[in-house]
Every structure is written in structure tokens, then in C-alpha cells.
């Protein structure tokens, strides 16, 4: 199982990665559908790791 501040440091990998490469959010300034998508991730496991006793799914 992984840790919160595992998840966390993931879900801000994923979305920061996929920010640098996708054409639509690189180039064009606008958030794509999966951006969004994976911000919301990011800040549920955000939210999660600030909870006391928080379980991540």
C-alpha cells in the first residue's frame, strides 16, 4: 500500500508531467480534460495528507 506522501508526490509528478508534454496545456495556455483531471487527483491526495488519519485509495 502506498504511503500519502507517497501519493501526493505522485499525483504531482503525473499532472506536472503531463502539463509539460501535452500540446493543448504547453502551447495554447488552456487546461485540457485530463489536466483537469489529474489536478483534481492532485488535490485529493493533497486534501487526504492534510486529514488525520486518512486513507488513500
Known sequence: MTSPED???QARATYEEHV???RQ???D???CA???HLLRIYNNARRAQA???SAVL
Open 25 to 27: 496545456c504547453h502551447f
Open 29 to 31: 495556455t488552456v487546461p
Open 51 to 53: 486529514r488525520p488519519n
Open 20 to 22: 509539460r508534454t501535452c
Open 7 to 9: 501519493a501526493l508526490q
Open 34 to 36: 485530463v489536466s483537469k
